[in-house]
């Protein structure tokens, strides 16, 4: 099928393969999407349609109050067998694994995570070992993660990373969604947020460096977006279509990581802002914000640094003199400096890439040149920070870096150095490459309100 260009409801999208404009073959396995209110009911039908005999549900003392006895209920009343765990060793390591393994019927056909986060990891990973499809009936939406491939299970004592499996189907039903704290549901809309500076990232990188790009799927969680941000006022009243809204954007952000096979259309530089935060936690051996409050704020200082490029006269010479003065092993320096022990791998990544070298960024400084007012008109399409700022605010979640403990030096070290944690092209690197990213980011510090500047006020930056 060809890849609409206007585009469709997000099952259009679903466990169907596409050919695109943009020369690349698109898909997502994903196969069943039910949000809304009251479609926890559906749950025996999808079963019955796609033919599974018996389940295995995981929940915890938590989801099993919020939604496992209610799915018990429906599932009994359907006449469908069924078992549920509830986990009581809550580290979601290989203790857990092995109580899902000791708890799971033999004949198991079905597995289904009641929950989101944790659970839903743990259950993407167990049930991709045990070569059983699984379900998520989601009891928050916080982040976008629903779609992904890949889950964080703690082995050995340490988060790692490992290969699992999408969901063959989620469910978001939105009477119990409308029952997660407000935290919760603005780190889910701070991570949809998000989305407007990273496919402004994805179309500035389309235009400074012919990067491959696929319009239909970064019109596809453009539009969604968009919609999300013309309801969001209705999120601190809870309203259902505002919550609905947010849980279907999280899930379509997912498959359209899925479609394109990466995580270009999702993840820019207000993630790799969260990234470098969460870094410096863990070096800290502290717990950092959740990652949907954390891209919220991301989003918030990138929108702000735009906004003070717009107002700035670009000198391109400047910009090449700089680019000339690029001096690696001071760079290094510097990073070993922001990065402390993850250096290593920031430098190595440097060193395969060469993103910061001499001869691309003056290639890409005449590229800015000649195409600045395209460029431009991008950058003044991105929703306002005050905008944003005050529908975190409305949540009462944080919106600003003080209030998830960025104090000011690691904010001007994210500013700098945040952007070498991927080789991605960013605002964070154009910016850099203009040689404007010291100065715009400290007139950033400058401006944030005061409690942040008094409270920070060391004098190592400004
Ligand atoms: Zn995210
Ligand atoms: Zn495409």
Known sequence: MKMPKIPEDLSFYLNQRFVCDCGKEHYAPLRAVRVGSGVLDELPSIIRLMGYQSLY???DPVTYQIAGERCVHILENAGIPHKITKLTHLGFDEATLGELTIQMPKDCDLVIAVGTGAINDVTRYFS????????TIATAAPMDGFASSIAAIQTNHLKTT???????????????????????????????????TCLCDWKLSRVINGEHYCENIVEMVEVCVRKVLSSAEGAKDRNPETLGAIMEGLVLTGVAMSLYGNSRPASGCEHHMSHYWEMMF??????????????????????????????YEVDFAAARVFAQQYDQSSWEAEIREAYGPAAHGVIEMELSSGKNAVD????????MEQHWDEILAMLSALPSSNHVMSLLSSLEAPCLPNQIGIDAIMLKNTFLYCKEVRNRYTILQMIWDLGLLDHLSNKVIE??????VEANSEPKIG
Do not use: C
């Not at 939105?174 to 029952?179: A, E, G, H």
């Not at 691309?360 to 590229?367: E, F, G, K, Q």
């Not at 401006?447 to 942040?452: G, H, K």
């Open 57 to 59: 549900l995981i929940s």
């Open 128 to 135: 991709f070992k045990l070569n059983r499809p699984f379900f």
């Open 162 to 196: 490992y290969e699992a499996q999408t969901p063959t189907a989620i469910i978001g039903d939105t009477d119990i969604l409308k029952n997660a704290p407000y935290p919760m549901i603005a780190a889910g809309l701070g991570d949809l947020l998000g989305k407007f």
């Open 282 to 311: 863990e070096q800290a051996g502290k717990r950092p914000a959740p990652h949907g409050i954390q891209v919220g704020v991301g989003t918030v200082l990138i929108l702000k640094l735009v906004e003070a490029l717009r107002t």
């Open 360 to 367: 691309s960024h003056l290639v890409r400084i005449d590229v």
């Open 447 to 452: 401006n944030l309100p005061d409690s942040f």
